[in-house]
Protein backbone atom coordinates (compact mmCIF):
# COMPACT_ATOMS: atom_id res chain seq x y z
CA UNK A 1 0.00 0.00 0.00
CA UNK A 2 1.19 4.05 -0.16
CA UNK A 3 2.57 5.69 2.87
CA UNK A 4 0.83 9.17 3.73
CA UNK A 5 3.64 9.90 5.99
CA UNK A 6 7.49 8.49 6.78
CA UNK A 7 7.56 10.23 10.05
CA UNK A 8 3.79 10.40 11.18
CA UNK A 9 4.13 10.04 15.01
CA UNK A 10 2.13 6.55 15.59
CA UNK A 11 -0.05 5.10 18.24
CA UNK A 12 -0.35 1.44 18.87
CA UNK A 13 -3.15 -0.20 20.95
CA UNK A 14 -3.91 -3.73 21.66
CA UNK A 15 -7.28 -4.85 20.14
CA UNK A 16 -10.59 -3.85 22.26
CA UNK A 17 -8.35 -0.84 24.31
CA UNK A 18 -9.69 2.49 23.97
CA UNK A 19 -7.48 4.83 21.45
CA UNK A 20 -7.16 8.68 21.50
CA UNK A 21 -5.60 10.59 19.37
CA UNK A 22 -4.61 14.07 19.73
CA UNK A 23 -4.58 17.43 17.10
CA UNK A 24 -3.73 20.92 17.87
CA UNK A 25 -5.10 23.71 15.67
CA UNK A 26 -3.51 26.37 14.33
CA UNK A 27 -6.54 29.16 13.79
CA UNK A 28 -8.75 30.59 16.75
CA UNK A 29 -11.04 31.94 14.00
CA UNK A 30 -11.52 27.77 12.65
CA UNK A 31 -15.38 27.17 13.30
CA UNK A 32 -15.88 23.85 12.26
CA UNK A 33 -13.73 20.71 12.84
CA UNK A 34 -13.50 16.83 11.58
CA UNK A 35 -11.78 14.26 11.61
CA UNK A 36 -10.70 11.63 8.64
CA UNK A 37 -9.46 7.88 8.63
CA UNK A 38 -6.92 7.14 5.69
CA UNK A 39 -6.48 3.43 4.57
CA UNK A 40 -3.68 2.56 2.58
CA UNK A 41 -4.01 3.28 -1.10
CA UNK A 42 -7.65 4.65 -0.54
CA UNK A 43 -8.63 8.98 -0.05
CA UNK A 44 -9.20 9.99 3.07
CA UNK A 45 -13.06 8.54 4.60
CA UNK A 46 -15.12 11.18 6.91
CA UNK A 47 -15.41 9.69 10.97
CA UNK A 48 -17.10 12.86 12.44
CA UNK A 49 -17.58 16.33 12.69
CA UNK A 50 -17.85 19.05 15.29
CA UNK A 51 -18.68 22.80 15.65
CA UNK A 52 -17.42 25.09 17.35
CA UNK A 53 -20.35 25.86 19.01
CA UNK A 54 -19.90 22.28 20.66
CA UNK A 55 -16.92 20.81 23.05
CA UNK A 56 -18.34 16.85 22.67
CA UNK A 57 -19.94 14.97 19.86
CA UNK A 58 -20.41 11.31 19.72
CA UNK A 59 -20.53 8.76 16.95
CA UNK A 60 -20.76 5.02 16.78
CA UNK A 61 -17.77 4.13 18.84
CA UNK A 62 -15.97 7.36 18.68
CA UNK A 63 -16.22 10.72 20.51
CA UNK A 64 -14.28 14.02 19.29
CA UNK A 65 -13.81 16.46 21.66
CA UNK A 66 -12.97 20.36 21.35
CA UNK A 67 -10.77 22.49 23.70
CA UNK A 68 -10.92 25.89 22.27
CA UNK A 69 -8.91 27.41 24.85
CA UNK A 70 -6.03 25.68 23.91
CA UNK A 71 -7.00 25.22 20.36
CA UNK A 72 -6.84 21.50 20.92
CA UNK A 73 -8.97 18.81 19.63
CA UNK A 74 -9.01 14.59 20.26
CA UNK A 75 -10.95 11.58 18.66
CA UNK A 76 -11.64 8.82 21.22
CA UNK A 77 -12.26 5.59 19.61
CA UNK A 78 -13.69 2.86 21.68
CA UNK A 79 -12.80 -0.59 21.96
CA UNK A 80 -10.84 0.03 18.80
CA UNK A 81 -10.52 -3.04 16.14
CA UNK A 82 -8.04 -4.60 14.11
CA UNK A 83 -10.16 -2.62 10.74
CA UNK A 84 -9.53 0.61 12.59
CA UNK A 85 -5.64 0.49 12.07
CA UNK A 86 -5.37 3.72 9.91
CA UNK A 87 -4.22 7.36 9.40
CA UNK A 88 -5.71 9.77 11.49
CA UNK A 89 -6.00 13.26 10.36
CA UNK A 90 -7.64 16.26 12.05
CA UNK A 91 -9.11 19.10 9.87
CA UNK A 92 -9.79 22.85 10.36
CA UNK A 93 -12.25 24.85 8.29
CA UNK A 94 -11.72 28.82 8.69
CA UNK A 95 -15.24 30.58 7.74
CA UNK A 96 -15.15 32.62 4.43
CA UNK A 97 -13.89 36.17 4.92
CA UNK A 98 -11.06 34.83 7.70
CA UNK A 99 -7.92 34.15 6.74
CA UNK A 100 -8.46 30.81 5.14
CA UNK A 101 -11.64 29.69 4.01
CA UNK A 102 -10.08 26.11 3.14
CA UNK A 103 -9.70 23.07 5.32
CA UNK A 104 -6.25 22.84 6.82
CA UNK A 105 -4.96 19.37 8.16
CA UNK A 106 -3.18 18.25 10.79
CA UNK A 107 -0.20 15.96 9.79
CA UNK A 108 -1.96 12.57 10.87
CA UNK A 109 -1.59 9.98 13.48
CA UNK A 110 -0.77 6.22 12.48
CA UNK A 111 -2.76 3.77 14.40
CA UNK A 112 -1.51 0.39 14.62
CA UNK A 113 -3.66 -2.19 16.33
CA UNK A 114 -2.48 -5.51 17.74
CA UNK A 115 -4.75 -8.26 17.83
CA UNK B 1 -25.42 6.80 -4.28
CA UNK B 2 -21.85 7.17 -6.27
CA UNK B 3 -18.97 8.95 -4.30
CA UNK B 4 -16.19 10.63 -6.11
CA UNK B 5 -14.43 9.38 -9.02
CA UNK B 6 -10.74 10.58 -9.95
CA UNK B 7 -9.18 9.41 -13.45
CA UNK B 8 -6.74 8.00 -14.02
CA UNK B 9 -5.57 6.37 -10.85
CA UNK B 10 -2.06 5.67 -11.48
CA UNK B 11 0.11 8.36 -13.50
CA UNK B 12 3.87 7.97 -14.74
CA UNK B 13 5.26 11.38 -16.26
CA UNK B 14 8.46 12.35 -17.24
CA UNK B 15 10.00 16.26 -16.36
CA UNK B 16 9.02 18.64 -18.69
CA UNK B 17 5.67 17.50 -19.38
CA UNK B 18 2.19 18.15 -18.13
CA UNK B 19 -1.25 16.05 -16.92
CA UNK B 20 -4.67 16.78 -16.81
CA UNK B 21 -6.62 14.45 -13.96
CA UNK B 22 -10.33 14.23 -13.22
CA UNK B 23 -12.73 14.60 -10.86
CA UNK B 24 -16.42 13.56 -11.00
CA UNK B 25 -18.37 14.66 -7.70
CA UNK B 26 -20.84 13.12 -6.07
CA UNK B 27 -24.20 13.85 -8.08
CA UNK B 28 -25.71 17.32 -6.79
CA UNK B 29 -22.13 18.31 -5.33
CA UNK B 30 -21.09 21.71 -6.92
CA UNK B 31 -18.30 22.28 -4.90
CA UNK B 32 -15.18 20.27 -5.81
CA UNK B 33 -11.49 20.81 -4.01
CA UNK B 34 -7.81 19.60 -4.60
CA UNK B 35 -5.53 18.22 -2.53
CA UNK B 36 -1.64 17.51 -2.91
CA UNK B 37 -0.87 14.71 -0.20
CA UNK B 38 3.03 13.62 -0.11
CA UNK B 39 4.64 12.38 3.05
CA UNK B 40 6.60 15.20 4.08
CA UNK B 41 3.91 17.76 3.20
CA UNK B 42 1.14 16.22 4.41
CA UNK B 43 -2.12 16.81 2.59
CA UNK B 44 -1.96 20.47 1.31
CA UNK B 45 -4.54 22.28 -0.39
CA UNK B 46 -4.75 23.15 -4.02
CA UNK B 47 -7.82 24.63 -4.94
CA UNK B 48 -11.46 24.84 -4.62
CA UNK B 49 -14.14 25.05 -7.75
CA UNK B 50 -18.16 26.09 -6.71
CA UNK B 51 -19.94 26.82 -9.79
CA UNK B 52 -17.43 26.65 -12.14
CA UNK B 53 -15.73 29.09 -10.27
CA UNK B 54 -12.23 29.13 -8.63
CA UNK B 55 -13.06 30.12 -5.17
CA UNK B 56 -10.07 29.57 -3.13
CA UNK B 57 -6.39 29.54 -3.91
CA UNK B 58 -3.42 27.36 -1.78
CA UNK B 59 0.10 28.33 -2.09
CA UNK B 60 0.68 26.49 -4.86
CA UNK B 61 2.76 28.44 -7.90
CA UNK B 62 0.97 28.95 -11.32
CA UNK B 63 1.90 25.42 -13.26
CA UNK B 64 -1.03 24.43 -11.25
CA UNK B 65 -4.33 25.18 -12.09
CA UNK B 66 -7.79 24.00 -12.63
CA UNK B 67 -11.44 24.34 -14.19
CA UNK B 68 -14.91 23.63 -13.45
CA UNK B 69 -17.53 22.29 -15.56
CA UNK B 70 -21.11 23.01 -15.63
CA UNK B 71 -21.66 18.93 -14.66
CA UNK B 72 -19.81 20.21 -11.65
CA UNK B 73 -16.84 17.73 -12.81
CA UNK B 74 -13.38 19.31 -12.37
CA UNK B 75 -9.89 18.99 -13.87
CA UNK B 76 -7.03 20.02 -13.04
CA UNK B 77 -3.81 20.71 -14.87
CA UNK B 78 0.21 20.59 -13.91
CA UNK B 79 2.13 21.90 -16.24
CA UNK B 80 6.28 22.24 -16.73
CA UNK B 81 6.24 18.73 -14.39
CA UNK B 82 8.81 18.63 -11.57
CA UNK B 83 10.34 15.99 -9.77
CA UNK B 84 9.20 17.17 -6.73
CA UNK B 85 5.56 17.19 -8.05
CA UNK B 86 4.96 13.36 -7.43
CA UNK B 87 2.03 12.80 -4.86
CA UNK B 88 -1.16 11.77 -4.30
CA UNK B 89 -3.75 14.17 -5.97
CA UNK B 90 -7.02 13.95 -3.96
CA UNK B 91 -10.16 15.74 -4.80
CA UNK B 92 -13.53 16.17 -2.51
CA UNK B 93 -16.68 17.20 -3.33
CA UNK B 94 -19.50 18.38 -0.95
CA UNK B 95 -22.60 20.67 -1.49
CA UNK B 96 -21.76 24.18 -1.04
CA UNK B 97 -17.86 23.84 -0.39
CA UNK B 98 -15.51 24.89 2.52
CA UNK B 99 -16.36 27.34 4.66
CA UNK B 100 -19.35 26.14 5.35
CA UNK B 101 -19.08 23.80 7.48
CA UNK B 102 -20.13 21.27 4.89
CA UNK B 103 -18.78 17.46 5.03
CA UNK B 104 -16.02 16.75 2.27
CA UNK B 105 -15.81 13.40 0.45
CA UNK B 106 -12.90 12.23 -0.70
CA UNK B 107 -11.85 10.59 -3.88
CA UNK B 108 -9.32 7.60 -4.08
CA UNK B 109 -6.96 9.82 -5.46
CA UNK B 110 -5.06 9.50 -8.60
CA UNK B 111 -0.94 8.99 -8.18
CA UNK B 112 1.40 10.95 -10.09
CA UNK B 113 5.54 10.02 -10.24
CA UNK B 114 7.46 12.49 -11.90
CA UNK B 115 10.45 10.55 -13.76
Known amino acids: GESVGLHLPTLSVQEGDNSIINCAYSNSASDYFIWYKQESGKGPQFIIDIRSNMDKRQGQRVTVLLNKTVKHLSLQIAATQPGDSAVYFCAENAPYGGSQGNLIFGKGTKLSVKP | ?115
Open chain 2, 1 to 115: KAGVTQTPRYLIKTRGQQVTLSCSPISGHRSVSWYQQTPGQGLQFLFEYFSETQRNKGNFPGRFSGRQFSNSRSEMNVSTLELGDSALYLCASSLWGQGAADEQYFGPGTRLTVT
